[in-house]
């Protein structure tokens, strides 16, 4: 159950978060109305089977039940609790658009052989019953080898369920051949400047002996 929000402002929304209330906005066929519904009342619904894409009934101040759905909601950046959120009156007869998550399952054939498996695609977009929209979406990626790619043409979604993306254009997941390390190659010239420079300190060696050799000769004369 939530309650109409007769005070508006930055500070009663912050009042409300203080006492454990989320503020928020219900939209419908009629114009919005401004709620706020106890935290661990959303959490608990949006933890549901259905998720982030569950039905709500909603009841304003103890009048009708309200279906509705999860439209956008605001996060705290340090904390992460939801600050705000919109909800979407629906009729449970009519589809919705709603983005579900995709999930990964199985191990690919060319991860047993070195590769790296990447996931392409987190969310997919997809168009259901409300009560039809499923929590998420799973592909099995056991047969992709080293160069491999599962697109969206290779997923089958749930009955009642239609696939909004592009089916040949988006991919869900890759698997790669593991990255090497190559040296680089020396420029062309750098041998020949390296090879002068230990010419160049080798002489200057020979020649130092030279001197040395010298001055003990002129050294030896003298006496």
């Not at 705290?76 to 449970?92: A, K, S």
């Not at 020949?192 to 000769?217: H, L, P, S, V």
Request: proline share 5%; glycine share 10%; charged share 25%.
């Amino acid at each position: 159950m939530v309650q109409n929000r007769a005070v508006l402002g930055s500070a009663e929304s912050r009042r409300l978060r203080r006492a454990g209330v989320i503020p928020g906005v219900l939209y419908g066929r009629e114009k919005p109305v401004a709620i706020s519904i106890a935290e661990r009342d959303l959490r608990t619904a949006l933890t549901s089977k259905g998720g982030l894409n569950a039905v709500l009934d909603v009841v304003v101040d103890g009048g009708n039940a309200h279906s509705s759905v999860l439209k956008d909601y605001q996060q705290d950046p340090v904390r992460g609790l939801i600050t705000h959120v919109d909800l979407q009156e629906v009729r449970l007869d009519q589809p919705i658009h709603a983005t579900v998550p995709l999930h990964l399952h199985g191990e690919p054939a060319g991860v047993k052989e070195g590769g790296v498996l990447s996931q392409v695609t987190n969310e997919l977009n997809v168009e259901a019953l409300p009560l039809e929209v499923p929590e998420h979406l799973d592909a099995d990626v056991s047969a992709l080898g080293i160069g491999d790619s599962l697109r969206l043409s290779a997923l089958t979604a749930p009955e009642g369920v239609t696939l909004l993306d592009d089916l040949d254009e988006t991919v869900l997941a890759t698997v790669t051949a593991p990255t090497r390390e190559i040296e680089p190659e020396p420029v062309e010239g750098e041998e020949g400047e390296e090879a002068a420079e230990g010419e160049t300190a080798a002489e200057g060696e020979t020649a130092a002996g030279d001197a040395g050799g010298e001055t003990a000769e002129s050294g030896s004369s003298e006496e």
